[in-house]
């Protein structure tokens, strides 16, 4: 598909989603030609800033961050020639007038209506007020063509979720408001409903039948850093579980949409998270384990305790690890425990997807039998492995098991596009697929609500600690029971 024209405007051009994701990204899109022959990126923030110095930091970022590699110094100088730094107070009504004059010169001097697409990279209380401004100064119109993407956290909980939904939906169409969630757009993610739907050796095998349980952990070993102040309001639970774990739980547990196209694909994953049986006051604290760490040592340098970490309070029960089960009430995954865990400061960072098959009742070996398991690995290893029994070669039946395994490395010569990138390119095309619909987000929020709400009664009960560089507190492992005895992690 070819779009005509586009204009990208950045609000928080100054923050670290900017200079680390988003220019890194329009520029690959930009080398392998992707972005339309007539394209303009307005780049808005507070502080003033020399566009000359302000650019010389993207490209640092390039530099530092892109998949490539460093800039090609000559395509930079053609990129950068579209880069155009608008100073403005989001709060301020001049921001957006003198915005709308830079769109509306633009877009006259085009053949055709191109597409307007605004990037929100900035702190959730500018949201209602940057679109309040768009709206009311006429620079988003209620046009197809006129698009919102909204970065996380979208809301803090599920009543301001839905304030924010009301709030948007008043002023805009649905399909113009793009709810970012990034893992929806990591290579490895996609590859699941090809893996799925495209493949139906797998389809018969799907379900309770043959699944003893599942489990999706995303490991971190990144810690804090330098988010602390954002990060000790948020924690664990809404920064990842409510989001992305929800949302590869999603897409593993999903039945297959009737085409691949937005609005199917997201029925099909909502009615996923509305199946989820809710949480009770009861079973709260014995299915979600929280924890928080201590210091410690990740590979092999020292890590502060979070409540060391800076911007953070000193008697913090934030959490920097969840592990939950959950069961999905529907014909297909009764009786199925999804297990979920995330955390930061751990020994690396490690997503994976384990689809842990139930015990085969042929009992015809002397040998014990281990059962099969489907490992799909997210990130930094990007594979999909099989585990089954194999007889050992010798006079013997022996049984060992061994893996049958595709590697990205191995079968593609590709380099692998970036979240971002498929996000951006998607949102220009106007295709919604693995962006947030308004009821997906307030599902998503209503799952983990009551976790929440008892958290909030409790405060700190049963947090566990974990030393930085340990995979969580022991507690998450018996949650496992009987299922498993440990996470499985790869080697
Ligand atoms: C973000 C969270 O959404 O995802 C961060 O706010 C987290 O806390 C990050 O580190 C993880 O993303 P990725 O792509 O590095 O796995």
């Not at 049958?404 to 998607?426: G, K, N, R, V």
Request: proline letters at 5%; aromatic letters at 12%; one cysteine or more.
């Amino acid at each position: 598909k070819v779009i005509p024209a586009a204009a990208i405007t950045i609000f928080g051009a100054k923050g670290d989603l900017t200079r680390r994701k988003l220019i890194p990204a329009l520029y690959n899109l930009f080398i392998d030609n992707h972005l339309p022959s007539r394209f303009v990126i307005y780049c808005v923030d507070f502080l003033p800033m020399d566009e000359e110095v302000f650019k010389a930091d993207l490209l640092d970022g390039i530099n530092q961050f892109s998949r490539n590699g460093k800039a090609d110094p000559v395509i930079w100088e053609t990129f950068a020639q579209r880069i155009f730094y608008v100073q403005g107070d989001f709060l301020q009504a001049g921001t957006f007038t003198g915005l709308k004059e830079k769109l509306t010169a633009f877009d006259k001097a085009n053949e055709q209506p191109g597409v307007r697409l605004f990037y929100f990279a900035v702190a959730p209380r500018f949201i209602e007020i940057i679109s309040e401004a768009l709206h009311k100064h006429k620079l988003c119109n209620k046009i197809a063509l006129h698009r919102m993407i909204i970065e996380k956290p979208f809301g803090t909980d599920l009543t301001t979720a839905r304030k924010l939904n009301r709030f948007l939906q008043e002023r805009f169409d649905e399909k113009q408001v793009y709810r970012i969630d990034h893992y929806l757009g990591k290579e490895t993610v996609q590859n699941i409903m090809a893996f799925r739907f495209a493949n139906y050796v797998f389809e018969p095998l799907w379900n309770n039948k043959y699944i003893d349980h599942i489990q999706i952990s995303v490991a971190e070993e990144v810690g804090v850093g330098k988010r602390g102040g954002y990060y000790d309001s948020s924690g664990a639970l809404r920064d990842m579980i409510q989001n992305h774990l929800l949302q590869l739980l999603c897409v593993i547990a999903m039945e297959c949409p009737a085409a691949y196209e937005a609005e199917t694909i997201r029925d099909a994953k909502t009615r996923v998270l509305k199946s989820i049986r809710p949480y009770t006051n009861a079973n709260v604290f014995k299915q979600v384990i929280r924890g928080q760490y201590t210091e410690g040592t990740v590979n092999n340098m020292p890590r502060p305790a979070y409540r060391n970490e800076e911007q953070v309070a000193a008697d913090s029960n934030t959490e920097t690890f969840v592990a939950a089960k959950l069961n999905i009430d529907n014909e297909r995954w009764k009786g199925v425990p999804f297990f979920l865990r995330t955390g930061k400061s751990m020994p690396r960072q490690s997503s994976v997807i384990v689809i842990q098959f139930k015990d085969s009742p042929n009992k015809i070996f002397k040998d014990d039998i281990v059962p099969n398991r489907l490992i799909i690995s997210i990130q930094p290893e990007l594979e999909i492995s099989l585990l089954f029994e194999s007889k050992v070669p010798g006079l013997e039946m022996k049984l060992k098991p061994v893996e049958m395994d595709f590697m990205y490395q191995d079968a593609y010569s590709e380099t692998l596009p970036e979240a971002y990138e498929a996000l951006l390119i998607d949102a220009l095309h106007g295709d919604a697929t693995l962006f947030m619909r308004a009821d997906q987000i307030e599902a998503a929020w209503k799952v983990v609500m009551p976790i929440l709400d008892a958290w909030e009664k409790h405060r700190g009960k049963k947090l566990e600690f974990y030393p930085a560089g340990t995979w969580g507190p022991d507690a998450c492992n018996s949650l496992l029971r009987p299922h498993a005895t440990e996470w499985f992690s790869l080697p």
